[in-house]
């Protein structure tokens, strides 16, 4: 009973980290304006999001530093170009993540 307690806590521990590594990068309102930038338009160059977000494009690179890290982007070198996605399996993960904290809410506001 224990070895199985352990393991699943392991494994919670897990995901615990890499869910909140994933919304602590979204948690800055450039990185989640650039997630939903590419939630409606994938594979948008890096060079695309200054001007949308009024910042530098060393400022830029950082931020998209932070959410490729984080396991959020996918990217694809065209030419000199790198173009970033959203990784849909990151996005579902983070959607499983939510899902359990609202069920739990739930659960608590309903006792």
Do not use: W
């Amino acid at each position: 009973m224990a070895t199985t307690r352990t393991r699943t806590s392991t494994a919670v521990n897990r995901n615990t980290s890499k869910g909140s590594q994933r919304l602590k990068a979204l948690g800055h309102p450039v990185r989640l304006g650039i997630a939903m930038q590419l939630a409606a338009e994938p594979e948008t160059c890096a060079c695309d999001f200054a001007e949308v977000f009024g910042v530098s494009q060393p400022t830029v690179s950082e931020h998209l530093r932070v959410l490729r890290e984080a396991g959020l982007v996918t990217t694809q070198r065209r030419g000199t170009q790198i173009c970033y996605s959203l990784d849909p399996v990151a996005i579902r993960e983070i959607g499983r993540l939510l899902a359990q904290l609202e069920r739990a809410a739930k659960v608590r506001s309903a006792g």
